[in-house]
């Protein structure tokens, strides 16, 4: 056997292998990913909703003082600047307000909404 030979040899083993590779990879991709990762994301979406659905009772105060603490520091930057907060800010900041209150409403309306809901 000559060196050519055995140099072009060691080459097609390489591109053989690199073409199984890649092929494995595609199979892998297109095929296994599709019907594994919906399996997986349902599993840890239901336990991740049924960790905040018992974490209600002391999430809910802390979003409260975090808003609380917004409006603050809003406040303060107001008046440490002498001008008025801009209008992005004041929205975002009434969008919290509004989630908070629907957040802290929520035991009382999960009853009537969920029989609105229903067939």
């Known amino acids: 056997m000559t060196v050519g030979t ?3 040899g060691d080459r097609t083993v390489g591109a053989v292998a690199a073409a ?17 990762i919906p399996a997986t994301m349902l599993g840890s979406v239901g336990g991740i909703l049924a960790w905040f659905g018992n974490a209600h009772r002391w999430i809910t105060p802390i979003a409260i003082i975090a808003v609380v603490a917004g409006w603050l520091w ?3 930057q107001s008046w440490r600047s002498g001008k008025r907060p801009a209008s992005s800010t004041l929205l975002i900041m009434v969008f919290a307000t509004a989630m908070v209150a629907l957040a802290y409403l929520w035991p009382m309306l999960e009853g009537p909404v969920a029989e609105m809901l229903r067939p």
């Open 6 to 8: 055995k140099v072009r």
């Open 20 to 36: 199984a590779s890649t092929a494995a990879l595609a199979c892998g991709v297109c095929c296994v990913l599709p019907l594994a």
């Open 74 to 76: 809003v406040a303060c």
